[in-house]
């Protein structure tokens, strides 16, 4: 299959394009373009000095650590294809590695229901209506154990439309037919089943999604207390059991008001998940992070309780909901969202970045972004790392993404 100028190559075996920005090593030796042999698949690059990684800590570059800009290890921003003509995104994409050489994306397009789509890289992403279902907000999505043996496995949850409740679905990927990979499809049909008899207004009740490594799934999202007040919930599905009761967080600390909008979860940490919110005073808006074990929510420097993340200097304004994963390699949790018209990271492990948030970058064109991006983390997805997806003012989809662990320095 053809592939747009710019993009590099995801596919197994076949290498990662790099440029002198895009890729660099823990140690002293700069690489410039790695190729794959034959014998190495998609879990990594092997010959990787496992004794460079020593910290932990953000993405960075050792050359020039200050460096305000993260450059992509991609030479451009991949357009992903759009879905079937006429129909149009109408919110934010939902990125999905659904396993080491394969990517999922998961859209709006009211008033179409969700579109899915699947392939081995983001420019080779082929569509389908997942659910003609009516949604009112952009579907979150999470991984499960594979399913009968060679089907990509996922979970997705959205709240509905004129049935304003929280709706789940399990859908799969079936396997590739000369090497493409069809979209996701529900497991059951009807595809959606509602949690329970809970319902939301907007801005309310945008959900988020987490799965553990034994499959149970973490779902977040604000709603209204029994007092009328913004509250952060946690909801655990075990994998095939039902829905549990909702836990409601802590409030926030004084002084300090929920931004209402999407929360981001990511599930590794500790073996439990990590909550972000975004939540200002009169003069700052930051972002608050707080720990869920499944059962409770707890704090790992007191009392449970969310606990501020501030932005460090040269950090630029928080323009969008926020964006999480977690890299067990890297023992960080590396944090994204838009500022203008671009994207921005930095990581942390409990309490504190370790550095402004950078720019993401690439070496050729840069679109302007607008919404809230999604990002996926964790899984060497064809000897690349980390992945970031986002959309333009024109409902344009672009992926991005970073390099392995083993030529990056945290």
Not at 91 to 109: E, M, N, R
Not at 273 to 297: C, E, L, P, Y
Request: proline fraction near 9%; charge should be negative; glycine fraction near 12%.
């Amino acid at each position: 299959m053809k592939k747009a100028t710019g993009e590099s190559d995801l596919r197994r075996n076949r290498g990662i394009l790099g440029g002198a920005s895009g890729l660099w090593a823990r140690s002293a030796p700069f690489i410039g373009i790695a190729t794959l042999g034959t014998a190495l698949g998609c879990g990594g690059l092997d010959g990787a000095d496992p004794g460079t990684e020593t910290t932990s800590g953000a993405l960075q570059d050792p050359a020039n650590p200050g460096n305000p800009n993260f450059p992509l290890a991609s030479s451009d921003w991949a357009h992903v294809p759009g879905l079937p003509a006429p129909i149009k995104p109408t919110g934010d994409p939902t990125l999905l590695a659904a396993d080491s050489h394969i990517v999922a994306v998961f859209v709006q397009a009211a008033p179409f229901g969700y579109y899915a789509g699947a392939g081995e890289g983001p420019t080779e992403i082929t569509w389908s209506q997942y659910s003609g279902d009516v949604f009112a907000t952009p579907p979150a999505v999470a991984r499960l154990p594979t399913l009968n043996g060679n089907e990509e496995h996922m979970i997705l949850v959205g709240r509905g439309g004129s049935d304003k409740r929280m709706f789940w679905s399990e859908g799969y990927i079936g396997p590739a037919t000369a090497g493409v990979f069809p979209p996701p499809v529900p497991v059951t049909f009807p595809a959606f089943a509602a949690i329970n008899s809970n319902t939301f207004s907007d801005p309310y009740g945008y959900p988020a999604l987490a799965s553990s490594s034994s499959g149970d799934v973490i779902m977040t999202y604000i709603g209204l207390n029994a007092s009328n007040q913004p509250t952060v919930y946690a909801q655990v599905k075990p994998y095939n059991g039902h829905w549990k009761a909702r836990v409601a967080a802590p409030a926030l600390p004084t002084g300090w008001t929920l931004v209402v909008g999407k929360p981001t979860i990511a599930w590794g940490y500790l073996s439990a998940s990590t909550i972000v919110v975004k939540a200002k005073t009169s003069t700052q808006t930051s972002f608050f992070r707080i720990f869920f074990d499944g059962t409770n929510f707890y704090d790992t420097l007191g009392p449970a309780g969310f606990r501020q993340l501030p932005l460090l200097t040269g950090s630029p304004s928080i323009g969008s909901d926020p964006a999480l994963e977690w890299d067990g390699d890297l023992n960080a949790h590396t944090l994204y969202y838009r500022s203008g018209g671009n994207i921005y990271e930095a990581s942390f492990t409990d309490n504190a970045f370790y550095e402004a948030f950078k720019k993401l970058t690439a070496s050729s064109s840069n679109p302007t972004f607008v919404g809230s991006p999604s990002v996926y983390g964790g899984i060497n997805l064809e000897n690349t790392e980390h992945w970031i997806m986002g959309r333009d003012a024109s409902f344009n989809m672009y992926f991005g993404f970073t390099d392995t662990d083993s030529r990056l320095t945290p």
